[in-house]
Each structure stands twice: as C-alpha cells, then as structure tokens.
C-alpha cells in the first residue's frame, strides 16, 4: 500500500476518532453519574434517534467487512448471511422490542427477574450476556486487524496487535467516560458515515456496469472460477449432508440470535416508552434493510472487478474486499481516486469497529455490574458504586477482548459473529420467551435454559472444526475435533428450550402466578414501566 493511501486513511480515522472524543469528553462533563444516565443516557433520545443508533450497533464489522467478502468469495452462500441478519428484526419486532421497554430497566436480567428469584438468574443470565458480547467483540478486533495489516502493505504480526490495542483502549474510553449518551451518538454518527459510503460504493458499482445488475452478476461468476455455480447454492455449503445441516443451523442461529443480543436489548431502554421502542425497530429496519441489499451489490462488485483470488490474496477470509473494491473503482492503488476511496472505506470500516465495540462494552460493563456484581454483594444499593464497578469492568472485557482478538486473527469477521449469535440463540432467547408467554414458567426453569444452552453452545465450538482439525482452524496443528458442524446452533438452540421446560416442570417451587400477571399487564400495557 503506497504512502498516500496510509496517510489519507490515517486522517481521516483521526478525524473521527477526534470527533467521537469530543462527543465522550463533553457528555462526560455534562452527566449527574447516575445508573440511568450511565446505562440509558437518562432515556431521552427520540425513535429516529434511537433507530439510527441500533442500526449502527447492528451494522458492524462482520456486516460491512466479513459478509461483502463471504459474497465475493461464495457468491449465493455468502449471501445467505445477509438473509439471516435481516429477517432476524421481524423476531424482534414482533416479539421482543416493546415487551421488553416495559419489564425491564437497564439489561435482558431485568426482564426475567421481575417473575423469578433475582439471584440465582441475574448471576446465570448476566454470565450469559457477557460470554455472548465477549464473542462479539472479538469479530470486531478481527476486523480492525484485518484492515491495518491492508492498509500497511502487509501481515505485520505487530501492526495488527497494535491496532487491536489501540481499538480496545478507546472502547475503554469512551464506555467508562460517557456512558450510554456518548455511546449512542457515536453510534448514529457512525451509521451516517456508513451509510453514505455504503450508497456511494454501490453507486459506483452500478455506473461501472451501467446499471445492468445481470452484467454485473455474469461478470462475477465468469471471474469466481466457478461460472454458474458461483450464482448457485451449494458452493459453501452444499458439498455434503454435513455442509447442508451445518448452513441451517448457521440460519437458526442468525434469524434467532439477535432477539438476545444484549447490546441490542439495551438500546430499548434508551427511549422513554415501549411505543418509542417499537418505532425505533421500525426505523432500523429500514436502514440495515437498504444497507444489506446495499451490501449484497458490493459482494457480488468485489468479485467482478476485484475477482476472487484477488480478495484472497490480500486476506484468505475475504475481510478486505470491499476495500480493495473501492480502490479499484477509484481507478487502481496507483491513481489520486483510489487512494481517496480507499481511505474513505478504510476510515469508515475504522468508524463501524469502534462504535461497534463501545455498544458492545456498555452492554457487557452493564451486565457485570448491574446483574452480576448485584448479585454477589449483598449491599449494593448505590447507583454510584455500581456504575463505578460498571467502568472497572469495561476495562476488564476491553483486555479480554483483545487478547480473544489476537488469538482470532485469522477467521472471517462474519463467521465469528455466527458463533455470538448462535450463543445468544441458545442461551438468552429460550429464557426470555419463557419469561414473558409461559404463565408456569419457574426460577429453576430459568438457570437451566441459560446454562442449558449455554455450556453446549460453548463445549461444541470447541470440539468443532472452528478450534482444531483443519487449516483453518484456531490450532491447526492438534485435532479434537468431534463436533462436525461449524455453527452449534442446530444443537443448542433446541438444548436450551429443552432445559428450561426440564427445569420447569422438575422444580419444586410452584411458578409464582401473581408475579406473572403482574408482569404480563406490565409488558402488555406499560402500566409501572420505569
């Protein structure tokens, strides 16, 4: 990567990198340090506002870097990704975003704890939380390395070790200094930046083919090697029976995952009434649907004008390809366009990674700190010593997430948040349907549907492919691997639901029926919502 192409980029990520300080700094000067300022922003913003934030913490790495490259190497598999993460917000239209407004104040233990012993599952929901947000984090880091080793002209071990670094200190930052005010206008920044450059790409796109999509697509599969089959399901996940299970559970676990995705639940708590947060979904879902279809133009572009093996070339998981797009559509490495269009998309990707991950912080500091902390002090009524605890632990994760991060390096952003999602599938969901439509639904019922989903989501990530027993794994050179698919979903998911019912009609305790009625009206009708 030539000179110009590093220092542009470089600007233009310090530009905003500046900006989202100034944002942190001057919340920070502003904020009366309580737990609602802190883990809500004083629930003060606007549907549209709160709309353009979810779609920024929705919109990450893994969605601009990882999914573009998954089509531009997979072509209609890759595509598949997209589907799931889109049809993922009609769940949480339909099921969760106002139910949850009116049960909860700050996390998803919130919802579950206002029918069951607090205790127990604030301590197994809020393990699951940050287990799940840990994961998610990760992708992000991946994606940031993924970009500076490009943007540097090569693989630099250390470059990329910096950079996760760099990226993890200022999600420090910017969660212990400003909170969920900060945090959600640097999401909305980011989501106009990333927008506009998406639409500007897919423009440009499009005027390279002269508007004509089948050119575009032809152009692509004559390029992947693969010819018509690159337009075809099956060239990632149709080879055998295992390919094909491996891809539904891949599904299950994207259109499930997202319903229990913390840092998504948090953002409803942002808006002062459950109708806010259900026209903030609404407003999401136009914008991650525009982006996503935006997105699949972008794959299927990267493997027409970039090709395949170029992608490849640059970064085996396809994690640079809607970089090297840009500098192609701009004319080549060479050229005065290319280096401002890749700078651009290189400084916007930097922008989606650090917004990303500061919602992701929040959410788990929160989770820490307001379930689990909660849960093992016995006094822990002030809200000044909790939102202390809350920034410690955002230091803690950020350390956590860098060093998973360093480990991770080498797989595709997109596939990482697979795992997260199909964590969340597993784990969060089960308990939270539970919760809110099951009238004998128990506090028993609640810790094993966590855990239940939980510990074989984890234990079969690691007996799978993803850790050991090929290439591509994280330790290539041992083989434990029993598991054969690499998305544990098809399992877990079921596993989870399994052991809430188990642990429902095996406890002892009756299910606390007046409890339930309260929490129904209470999520029905917003009646002593906070």
Not at 65 to 77: E, S
Request: aromatic share 10%.
């Amino acid at each position: 990567m030539t000179g110009h192409h590093q220092a542009l980029a470089l600007v233009l990520f310090s530009v905003f990198v500046a900006i989202t300080l100034a944002i942190t700094t001057w919340v920070s000067r502003n904020r009366h340090g309580s737990a609602e300022e802190f883990y809500a922003g004083g629930r003060l913003f606007s549907p549209m506002e709160n709309g353009f934030a979810i779609a920024g913490d929705y919109m990450s790495a893994a969605s601009f870097l990882g999914v573009t490259g998954l089509i531009a190497l997979f072509g209609y598999d890759g595509m598949l990704y997209v589907v799931g993460f889109l049809v993922a917000w009609l769940v949480v239209l339909f099921f969760v975003a106002e139910l949850v407004r009116n049960c909860g104040r700050f996390t998803l233990a919130d919802v579950i704890a206002a029918r069951m012993s607090e205790r127990p599952v604030r301590i197994a929901v809020g393990t699951s939380s940050v287990t799940v947000s840990v994961l998610y984090l990760v992708a992000q880091m991946v994606g940031a390395g993924s970009l500076v080793a490009l943007l540097f002209g090569g693989t630099s071990a250390a470059a990329r070790a910096w950079t996760v670094v760099v990226v993890g200190a200022l999600m420090v930052i910017y969660v212990s200094l400003g909170g969920m005010r900060a945090t959600t206008w640097i999401q909305i920044v980011k989501a106009v930046l990333l927008l506009g450059g998406t639409m500007a790409l897919t423009v440009l796109v499009l005027v390279r083919f002269h508007g004509d999509v089948d050119a575009l697509l032809r152009t692509a599969a004559e390029r992947s090697g693969h010819g018509e089959a690159f337009l075809a399901p099956g060239l990632k996940y149709g080879g055998d029976w295992t390919a094909r299970i491996d891809f539904i559970s891949l599904g299950l676990a994207l259109v499930l995952g997202t319903a229990g995705l913390p840092h998504i639940l948090s953002r409803f708590y942002t808006v002062p009434t459950a109708r806010a947060a259900r026209r903030s979904v609404v407003w999401s879902v136009g914008l991650i649907g525009g982006f996503y279809l935006m997105t699949i133009v972008l794959g299927f572009g990267a493997a027409a004008v970039v090709g395949p093996n170029g992608v490849r070339e640059s970064n085996a998981a396809g994690n640079t390809a809607v970089a090297l797009l840009a500098m192609k559509l701009g004319g080549g490495a060479d050229s005065t366009g290319g280096t401002i269009l890749f700078a651009v998309v290189a400084a916007i990707a930097f922008a989606t990674i650090l917004a990303v991950v500061a919602g992701i912080t929040l959410a788990s500091s929160a989770a820490v700190a307001h379930d689990l902390y909660a849960s093992l002090r016995r006094r822990w009524s002030k809200p000044r010593g909790e939102v202390a605890v809350a920034r410690a632990a955002a230091v803690g994760i950020g350390g956590l997430a860098i060093a998973l991060g360093l480990l991770a390096r080498d797989l595709n952003v997109a596939f990482l948040v697979g795992l997260a999602f199909a964590v969340s599938a597993s784990a969060n969901l089960p308990v939270l349907m539970y919760t809110l439509f099951w009238r004998g639904f128990t506090t028993r019922g609640a810790v094993w549907a966590v855990y239940g989903g939980l510990l074989p989501a984890l234990g079969l990530v690691v007996l799978s492919p993803v850790v050991s027993g090929s290439p591509e794994s994280l330790f290539p050179s041992v083989d434990f691997q029993y598991f054969p698919l690499q998305n544990p979903g098809i399992v877990s998911v079921p596993l989870g639901f399994l052991a809430g019912w188990l642990g429902t009609v095996t406890s002892v305790e009756p299910a606390d029926e007046a409890r339930h009625a309260e929490t129904e009206v209470r999520s029905l009708t917003g009646a002593g919502a906070v």
